[in-house]
């Protein structure tokens, strides 16, 4: 069992482990008792991310999870943007779960964090109960969507990402303004605290490269060899959407029910930016109980 940690104050108890999952380790924080729930972050974020849905989902009746995905914070971070691709993004969740001791977990992703959540729930449906999606898009309807000039313009730094070497000595500048750059939409702000917190995360050796190279991965992948990989997803599913989203078009929220046939709800907020966990965390958490509740 993991042992308890000195961890932020986020309203309750943490425990903090580490998955030996394959050729990586995955450092995890979690809390509560009960069906398990794990919590996929975005980028630039890490598991604290969640802070505001860690306490309520475990006051709620879940064991609730939140891993720093690979590449991210205190777990490894293989070289190579080869490492990245999203189907080992995938089975390092698949062996997550095997090693906290589950046979399947709810799944809730945002951002990056969905796209894998996405991807898990298409490669090993045996292990994803429910899956709660928060602005991430489905890999078809972004594919689709980078077509369209507008989406197009939003999504400049997935091409930038791609640049051999540079990236990672541009975001280091001023303190990691390009980083926080990209959280500056979020209401109420990242407070002087939350940043600091993450400017550690990101200064972690090899921090820098591993989050980039997860867009590396996904550039140099055919979009035909990405569309022969989709799978319909059979567990239930829920997106959640903040419709001031700069990064994604509001057009991308709603997958293909030919894709997602159990698709169970969309719920729009429009007030809510790309972090929407963040700026409507009350709304969020109750659509999240609410959902997780209807399982079984």
Do not use: C
């Not at 709620?60 to 189907?87: C, M």
């Not at 399947?104 to 992703?109: H, K, N």
Request: aromatic share 12%; charged share 25%.
């Amino acid at each position: 069992m993991p042992a308890t940690s000195v961890l932020p104050d986020i309203g309750i108890e943490l425990r903090e482990g580490y998955a030996e999952v394959g050729d990586v380790s995955l450092h995890y924080v979690e809390a509560g008792d009960g069906p398990l729930v794990v919590l996929l972050h975005g980028f630039p974020e890490f598991w604290f991310g969640w802070r505001r849905q860690i306490a309520p989902l475990a006051a709620a009746g879940f064991r609730v999870v939140a891993p720093d995905t690979r590449g991210y914070n205190l777990s490894s971070k293989p070289e190579g943007f080869e490492a990245y691709a999203v189907d080992l993004l995938a089975a390092d969740i698949r062996g997550l779960i095997d090693e906290l001791g589950a046979e399947s977990a709810t799944l809730v992703g945002h951002d990056w964090g969905g796209t894998i959540a996405w991807t898990t729930a298409m490669n090993h449906p045996e292990v994803v109960e429910r899956l709660a999606i928060l602005n991430a898009a489905h890999p078809r309807r972004l594919s689709e969507g980078l077509h369209n000039p507008n989406q197009l313009r939003k999504s400049w730094y997935f091409f930038f990402f791609a640049v051999p070497g540079l990236p990672e000595e541009v975001v280091q500048f001023r303190d990691w303004h390009f980083f926080r750059h990209f959280l500056e939409d979020a209401n109420p702000p990242y407070t002087p605290d939350e940043l600091e917190r993450y400017e550690e995360a990101w200064s972690q050796e090899g921090a820098a490269a591993g989050m980039i190279n997860y867009y590396r991965a996904s550039v140099r992948q055919s979009q035909k060899e990405a569309a022969a990989k989709l799978r319909p997803i059979s567990a239930p599913t829920m997106v959640i959407w903040g419709e001031r989203d700069s990064y994604l078009g509001s057009d991308l929220a709603e997958p293909h029910r030919d894709d997602v046939p159990n698709l169970e709800r969309v719920e729009r907020l429009p007030d809510a930016s790309h972090w929407v966990h963040h700026d409507e965390a009350e709304r969020v958490n109750k659509l999240l109980i609410d959902f997780f509740a209807r399982a079984g």
